[in-house]
């Protein structure tokens, strides 16, 4: 009888394993809903609208936070915690940056008249592009209490795994808004 077990040492941390199927789950929500998009997008009443301008720039913001996350796993990792602390408040400023932008972004859609009520093409942009940002306001959240323990005087053993868990999950959502963008730019 054969029996598989995992090498010594290549086990994976339970968290990073949950983290991993939440961001399959998210993943398939996305591609449920811009499958969805692309199958409405046929109808005869479907509208073609141009995305914000400050789209363009929340997709600048988030690209440069994937930076700034990662500047501060490899601080803490040598154990420099005023760098892990200053990269990620700027992240977390950054992340606050990039929905503030989004929504100044849907608040002038909507002042030009694309609202839920005029047509399915709009409702689905509120959706897709809202379950995103609420995606990253869950990130800003995360972060910030990290960025709080941080200054903890308990905590003297400096885990990597929050940092870890962290950075994965912001390139996760920094990667999804950027197919996102172009699906929306690509299929109206």
């Not at 077990?5 to 811009?34: C, E, Q």
């Amino acid at each position: 009888m054969n029996i598989a077990m995992a090498a010594p040492g290549k086990n994976i941390h339970p968290h990073k394993f949950t983290l991993w199927v939440a961001i399959g789950s998210i993943v398939m929500m996305f591609a449920g809903l811009t499958s969805a998009y692309i199958i409405k997008r046929n109808l005869a009443n479907w509208v073609q609208f141009d995305l914000p301008v400050l789209f363009y720039y929340s997709t600048a913001v988030i690209i440069v936070s994937s930076l700034t996350i990662w500047f501060s796993q490899k601080a803490l990792a040598i154990k420099d915690m005023p760098k892990y602390r200053q990269w990620l408040l700027v992240t977390l400023i950054l992340g606050i940056v990039f929905v503030t932008c989004q929504t100044v972004g849907f608040m002038q859609l909507w002042n030009a008249g694309v609202t839920l009520q005029k047509n399915v093409a709009f409702s689905f942009l509120y959706v897709i592009v809202g379950l995103h940002a609420l995606h990253v306001v869950g990130g800003v959240i995360a972060m910030l209490v990290m960025y709080l323990k941080g200054f903890s005087r308990k905590e003297r053993i400096y885990s990597s795994v929050p940092i870890s868990l962290m950075s994965t999950y912001w390139h996760f959502v920094d990667l999804l808004w950027i197919y996102l963008l172009i699906f929306l730019i690509l299929i109206r």
